[in-house]
């Protein structure tokens, strides 16, 4: 596609021109024509409307501009009033002949002019000054050899979406702006007003809009035409959005597996599957039967072909289709069909599809509003009127980047304002500027990799969020834990000093290990290591050092290879070389010998003692203890544990019986899902506290401890001797399938490849597919789809209106429960 919209990305300025009254709108910020000039920004877009006092005649203008504010600044439009005043009179203050007129600029060039009563309401608003942007993305055409010329030059290039409204500036207008905004890069949009046009085209109630696809890409024969199919639904944005998915999942997939387990993005928008029941025998006459099957009901339900000679589960030897519905619960129907007339008048006739809803207008909070199927969008839309203070933190531009990250140590925050991660961390990156607020010496910086990709490209950021420090001019260390805001204070803290700390003498070296040395940072690290090695141990000791290099951020680390080591030596009865770690909760000092002194292996057993012996689980820790690929023996309680069971569990692991387990505990309290793990194991949630053994990465068989024995050291081993020995039954076996969120996740890195990256997929021998269209990766030609796409997570925030989303909430919440999943 052409690179239009890069005049977008330099810097849009929208500014509408009137004479006007003393506004009572208090949400747009008020400015003088001089002061706002000074804050527009290259690359930064604004909205502003200028106007006078005592002119009554527009304020119904002026509170659907009002409206447009939410929408406009979705696509990184800022809005501003102006208030022309005589001491900074501007000429776009206007005089009476020319108010209410709306300019179109790029800084301060002037690119177009609107006459006023085309913006005639918010819906007008949006739809203008997107067509005016999407000039190249979007095709107006009037007559039938326009289309024709269009889908002539993008055979076997490209596929189009066609649409007809009955106006300009209507709603239905708008959502295909919207929808050209995310797709506009992957997809040749074309619009007319034209009735005559459509109708040219073979469709039927033309009083209505129309948005057809065209298959284009798929097309290598000039002389054929593209297939089209229609989208049946209203044209709202979001069942644009949910027809281009389904175009763009496979026409048809092989299976050879269960019905029952299949599903597939048609399942989950809420469209039935059509299984065409295949043999070895009748393969290929099957597969074209599929083919044409699927093309009639394309964005109808998905089609598959089940290969019933590699099926383990029996179909009824008679039937030849399998027809599931999308509702849960509903049992398969094994149908016998002649025809293909057959398959699609049983799916016509049985589809169920929920109308869907959108009112993006309206921001009122329901609290029983349907909820997205991605929880972290959904977090950033519930906070979105939330004000953060991101006056703590600097801005960088490509203009201050450098001169800033070499005069201060700075965090810098790489991040995308259209990205729903970024945007739920950048809330956790101000609160961690406002607890540094006056203590800190580290400059808290950000860069908008959306306005910024230079700078961000020059860094090496390839995801977003990312956090960066920069020090004495020193190549940059990333931040690699939690996304949250008291793992990243952790990391600035413990950054403070230098690691590993060079230990000089033993009276320090205690003072290292008691924690007085850097008492101010114990809360941040529980455990302290020490490395001791004797002076010639050179190899071991660079090793060392590298090592605490990589966990500097994450835990304090010092060093000591004096003279008289061996005082520490044979006081805590370690052989060098040897790590100390000091529990400063517990009020221990343990020895490690390290038998290999390879960095990677120090790490490793640094980290691995870093983990508690028997510590509470929450969502954030879990994925270190499953690392570990050991059974968990869990002990689920509601509230705090019985001392007497933690005793038990921790003389047991003092003595080595647990060695084989991750023994840990559960707080319901705390981690809630704990709840629907315990229903996935028991059905009901068992009386509690209740121990469990949970074989995850062998099986995943599940095992209770029997609830009328007390958790004692000697009832544990007992229990523990039989499972061992296989006299104990498990309670359930988790399933060994990969359980997935319920639709798939957008590969923003692959959207922002070059045309010219092509990654080769690796396609399992069991699901042969026939796309629609080639795959995502492969349709992204344009850079400039760094912007369409992040759209789509920012406009689907809104599209909280239907029982789609409570469903896909149902599903993503079991996506929590990881005890369950086998991994």
């Not at 009254?21 to 949400?27: A, F, G, I, L, R």
């Not at 203008?61 to 809005?79: H, R």
């Not at 869907?356 to 991605?374: A, G, H, K, N, R």
């Not at 047991?652 to 705390?670: I, S, V």
Request: aromatic share 10%; with cysteine.
């Amino acid at each position: 596609m052409s690179p239009s919209f890069n005049v977008f990305r330099v810097g849009i300025s929208f500014v509408i021109t009137c004479i006007f009254y003393k506004s009572t709108v208090d949400s747009l910020p008020e400015l003088s024509p001089q002061k706002y000039f000074s804050t527009l920004q290259t690359g930064k877009a604004s909205l502003a409307y200028f106007c006078q006092a005592d002119s009554p005649s527009t304020s119904v203008f002026l509170e659907e501009l009002n409206k447009a504010v939410g929408p406009l600044q979705d696509y990184g439009i800022s809005v501003a009033k102006v208030n022309c005043v005589k001491e900074e009179m501007s000429r776009y203050c206007g005089k009476e002949k020319d108010s209410m007129k709306a300019y179109l600029f790029r800084g301060n060039i002037l690119l177009r002019e609107f006459p006023a009563d085309t913006l005639f309401d918010v819906n007008a608003i949006v739809a203008h000054v997107l067509f005016a942007l999407l000039f190249n993305e979007v095709k107006y055409i009037t007559t039938l050899e326009d289309l024709q010329n269009i889908e002539n030059a993008l055979k076997g290039k490209e596929n189009i979406v066609f649409s007809y409204v009955r106006a300009i500036g209507i709603p239905e207008h708008r959502a295909v702006m919207e929808a050209a905004f995310v797709y506009g890069t992957i997809y040749q949009f074309v619009l007319t007003t034209e009735i005559a046009l459509l109708e040219s085209i073979g469709s039927e109630d033309i009083e209505y809009a129309h948005l057809y696809f065209f298959h284009c890409k798929l097309v290598l024969d000039l002389t054929q035409q593209c297939r089209r199919t229609l989208m049946e639904q209203p044209l709202t944005t979001l069942n644009i959005h949910l027809f281009i998915k389904i175009m763009k999942a496979p026409l048809l997939t092989e299976v050879a597996e269960d019905p029952q387990q299949v599903s597939t993005v048609h399942l989950q928008l809420g469209l039935p599957l059509v299984f065409i029941v295949s043999q070895q025998a009748t393969y290929e006459a099957d597969r074209r039967t599929a083919e044409w099957v699927a093309w009639r009901l394309l964005g109808k339900a998905g089609v598959l072909l089940l290969l019933r000679d590699s099926l383990e589960v029996n179909i009824p030897q008679h039937a030849n289709v399998v027809f599931k519905r999308a509702e849960k619960g509903v049992p398969l129907e094994f149908l016998v069909l002649h025809d293909v007339e057959s398959v699609i008048s049983h799916v016509e006739n049985n589809m169920h599809i929920e109308e869907i809803l959108e009112d993006e207008d309206d921001d009122m909070e329901d609290p029983d509003m349907d909820v997205q199927d991605d929880e972290v969008a959904e977090t950033v839309y519930r906070d979105r009127k939330r004000q953060l203070p991101l006056e703590l933190t600097v801005e960088l531009t490509e203009e201050t980047f450098n001169v800033t990250v070499m005069a201060s140590d700075s965090l810098v925050l790489f991040y995308a304002g259209w990205q729903a991660v970024s945007m739920a961390f950048l809330q956790s990156y101000i609160d961690v500027a406002i607890k540094l607020k006056g203590t800190s010496t580290m400059l808290l910086t950000r860069v908008n990799c959306a306005d910024w990709s230079g700078v961000c490209t020059k860094q090496n950021v390839t995801e977003f969020p990312v956090v960066k420090m920069y020090k004495e001019g020193r190549n940059p260390v990333s931040y690699a834990g939690m996304l949250g805001t008291e793992d990243l204070l952790k990391f600035i803290q413990l950054n403070r000093i230098s690691c590993p700390v060079i230990i000089t003498s033993v009276q320090e070296a205690e003072e290292y290990l008691s924690g007085e040395l850097y008492k101010d940072l114990i809360s941040y690290s529980r455990v302290s290591v020490l490395g001791l090695f004797s002076p010639t141990m050179t190899t071991a000791k660079e090793d060392f050092t590298e090592a605490g290099k990589h966990l500097k951020g994450y835990v304090i680390t010092g060093i000591y290879s004096e003279e008289d080591v061996l005082i520490l030596s044979n006081k805590y009865a370690a052989t060098l070389p040897a790590l100390l770690l000091a529990r400063h909760e517990e009020g221990k000092i343990e020895s490690i010998l390290l038998a290999s002194t390879h960095v990677q292996d120090i790490v490793q057993i640094i980290t691995n003692a870093l983990l508690g012996t028997f510590p509470e689980i929450t969502v954030e820790n879990l994925p270190t203890y499953l690392r570990l690929q050991k059974p968990l023996l869990i002990l689920f309680s509601d509230g705090s544990i019985n001392p007497q069971y933690e005793k038990a569990i921790l003389t047991l692991a003092k003595l080595k019986y647990l060695d084989k387990f991750t023994p840990c505990w559960l707080n319901l309290k705390n981690t809630p899902v704990g709840r629907g793990i315990l229903q996935a194991y028991f059905d009901l949630v068992p009386p509690l506290p209740l121990l469990v053994l949970v074989n995850l990465h062998s099986g995943g068989q599940v095992f209770a401890f029997p609830s009328d024995q007390a958790i004692t050291e000697l009832n544990l081993v007992s229990w523990l001797k039989k499972l061992e020995a296989g006299l104990e039954n498990p309670i359930t076996i988790l399933p060994g399938q990969e359980w997935k969120p319920p639709l798939p996740a957008y590969d923003f890195l692959s959207m922002m490849d070059a045309a010219s990256q092509h990654p080769t997929r690796k396609v399992p021998e069991c699901m042969k597919e026939i796309d629609v269209q080639e795959s995502d990766k492969e349709q992204h030609e344009d850079k400039s789809a760094t912007r369409k796409q992040p759209i789509e997570a920012l406009r689907i925030k809104h599209w909280n209106r239907s029982n789609w989303f409570k469903e896909a909430e149902k599903s993503f919440r079991r996506d929590k429960e990881l005890f369950s999943q086998g991994s």
